[in-house]
């Protein structure tokens, strides 16, 4: 089992930055894909951004590519933490932020953890 936990979400004005992070602990040494994926009220979940297990891969969707950067920290191998720098936040940008852990597919993450999830808030 693999638990993720986020952090860092919050209320910021349109143009701004916020960044999260997610520290999952628990099986780790499976060498998952960790990503973020958001859900704003009366829509569907959709896919952010996924790294690799190494960093070396990294996906987003269209809609925040250029303004939203994930990265990892895998050096403390009991709880390894993954960061979504966003940046040029829009009010579409509103959304619960969950971590997840899993697979890369398909320039997206197949999730099989996810977290409890962060509010973000972006005001016009």
């Known amino acids: 089992q693999v638990q993720p936990v986020e952090s860092g979400g919050g209320l910021v004005q349109a143009g701004g930055s916020l960044g999260l992070s997610c520290a999952a602990s628990?099986?780790?040494?499976?060498?998952?894909?960790m990503g973020w994926f958001r859900q704003a009220p009366g829509k569907e979940r959709e896919f952010v951004a996924a790294?690799?297990?190494?960093?070396?891969?990294?996906?987003?969707?269209d809609s925040v590519k250029g303004r939203f950067t994930i990265s990892r920290d895998n050096r403390d191998n009991a709880k390894n933490t993954v960061y979504l720098q966003m940046n040029s936040l829009k009010p579409e940008d509103t959304a619960v932020y969950y971590c997840a852990a899993g697979r890369l597919t398909g320039r997206t993450l197949l999730s099989d953890f996810w977290g409890q999830g962060t509010q973000v808030t972006v005001s016009s």
């Open positions: 628990g099986r780790t040494q499976s060498y998952y894909a």
């Open positions: 790294i690799s297990w190494s960093g070396t891969t990294t996906y987003y969707a």
